[in-house]
């Protein structure tokens, strides 16, 4: 069974590319490497033993997007395929509105001519703002985003919703990310931050790689357990799996108009300061950190309540906090031994 894979070079991606072929899945991955790098096609190779199926395209070309599925024929799409750093959306909202939105509407309408019927969405929690009541559930409201990014993923969602329910043969599910980190135990494929990271993990494994002079703890002051920041840390190759439950869901639904929303995550919170000793812990090093002022948008805590997905989906996250950062660090140091390799 072919899927479609958006943006499948990149972190979550790439990890979901493995899973789907571990599932007995074909996936077929188009990418134009805005956010990714060619170099994880080639660690995909090493951990598959083959190439998987490859198109260097943008999801805007509408003329590239029908000449692939003239070609294939495909029984699913994940769209992963987006702009994805909040900051950046705040500085230029019209290039976040256009690709991540565009793409999806072009996507759906694609599906729509070559009768794909399954659709997952990659969307995130960040759609809750910062929601009232802990754990979020799928029934917590939605408040505006902190974000022009997090307003992508919401009207994404509402886009896809409309679609489906306007009695297209397409089905699909919104998937919510909490916080994704790690990478496969392989230390092949992970994450590939462009540029100075934004997210935390990726800037502590730069830090305890000596890219990065030190970590600043963006505040201390939140009404926390140590008084940093909450988050729902989940392990790529869980959330990776979660998107084959989810296909199979899509599969075992024949009624046409399904559509719904999952919370993907661990359902447990951990502070910023409880990443950062679990790193030291795990990995037998001390990391240069500090404690900085909070970073503006900031969430103080958020994690999932993770039920529905998994009593509906059948999922459940396998993987400790711990595993994530041993995986992240482990593919840090692949990464800046390649590097050194190639400087010579
Ligand atoms: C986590 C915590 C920071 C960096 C964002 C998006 C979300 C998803 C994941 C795309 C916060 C703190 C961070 C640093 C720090 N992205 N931190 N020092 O903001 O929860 O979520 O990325 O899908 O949609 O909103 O993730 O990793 O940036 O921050 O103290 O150098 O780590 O303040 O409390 P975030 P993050």
């Known amino acids: 069974m072919k899927i479609l894979v958006t943006g499948g070079a990149g972190f979550i991606g790439s990890h979901t590319v493995v899973e789907l072929l571990n599932a007995g899945y074909e996936p077929v991955i188009i990418d134009n490497f805005a956010n990714s790098n060619p170099s994880a096609l080639a660690g995909l190779r090493q951990i598959l033993g083959q190439d998987v199926p490859f198109y260097d395209a943008d999801c805007n070309d509408s003329e590239a997007l029908n000449a692939i599925f003239e ?196 359902g447990q919170g951990n502070t910023v300061l409880e990443v950062i000793r679990t790193f030291e812990e795990v990995n037998d090093l001390k990391l240069n950190y500090t404690i900085g002022p909070r970073r503006p948008g900031d969430v103080e805590k958020i994690y999932a309540q993770v039920d529905k997905v998994n009593d509906v989906m059948g999922w459940r996250a396998e993987k400790s906090l711990a595993e994530g950062l041993q995986d992240a660090w482990r593919w840090e140091q692949n990464l800046q031994l390649k590097k050194s390799i190639v400087a010579g």
């Open 71 to 266: 070609k294939e024929n495909f029984q699913g799409v994940i769209h992963f395929a987006a702009h994805k750093a909040v900051g950046e959306s705040v500085a230029k909202p019209l290039m976040y509105y256009r690709n991540n939105l565009n793409s999806t509407v072009l996507l759906l309408e694609t599906m729509q001519k070559y009768g794909v019927p399954n659709l997952v969405f990659s969307s995130s929690c960040t759609v809750y703002g910062q929601p009232e009541h802990l754990p979020v559930t799928e029934e917590t409201p939605r408040l505006p985003a902190q974000s022009p990014y997090g307003n992508t993923k919401a009207i994404c969602e509402d886009i896809i919703r409309d679609t489906v329910h306007a009695g297209t043969p397409i089905k699909a599910i919104a998937l919510r990310y909490f916080n994704p980190i790690g990478a496969h135990p392989s230390g092949l494929i992970g994450e590939l931050p462009l540029g100075v990271p934004g997210n935390l993990v990726p800037f502590i494994t730069q830090t305890a790689a000596g890219i990065r002079e030190k970590l600043t703890v963006f505040g201390s002051d939140y009404n926390t357990a140590d008084g940093t920041c909450v988050r729902d840390f989940i392990h790529v190759v869980d959330l990776a799996k979660a998107h084959v439950q989810a296909l199979r869901l899509l599969d075992s639904r024949e009624e046409a108009g399904y559509y719904d929303i999952f919370n993907v995550g661990t």
